[in-house]
């Protein structure tokens, strides 16, 4: 079973940018579909983008224009490119497969300052 270790996360003031790194401990080559997710305090866990083997890419809404996942399956690493971002990006970011499977990795925080 793949494990996922996320990192890249911090605090950055609003308008800022991180870029967030997935590491598998094995290959993803085959897996069809990866994704971002986050969850805020309060609030259910929710996807924030997606990337398929194809690398058709799909975003939520609220990130669109602002967010760019990629993988590189040479070095089984999946990254999110934040851009612009605001408080309410605020969240514990976790990738996972699409749709997605136990056990979640332990997620990277991420804190925009107003």
């Known amino acids: 079973q793949v494990q996922l270790v996320e990192s890249g996360g911090g605090l950055v003031q609003a308008g800022g940018s991180l870029r967030l790194s997935c590491a598998a401990s094995?290959?993803?080559?085959?897996?069809?579909?990866m994704g971002w997710y986050r969850q805020a305090p309060g609030k259910q866990r929710e996807l924030v983008a997606r990337?398929?083997?194809?690398?058709?890419?799909n975003y939520a809404g609220s990130v669109k224009g602002r967010f760019t996942i990629s993988r590189d399956n040479g070095k089984n690493t999946v990254f999110l490119q934040m851009n612009s971002l605001k408080p309410e990006d605020t969240a514990v970011y976790y990738c996972?497969?699409?749709?997605?499977?136990?056990?979640w990795g332990q997620g990277t925080q991420v804190t925009v300052s107003s």
């Open positions: 996972n497969t699409f749709p997605p499977r136990d056990p």
């Open positions: 094995g290959s993803i080559a085959s897996i069809n579909a």
């Open positions: 990337i398929f083997s194809g690398s058709v890419t």
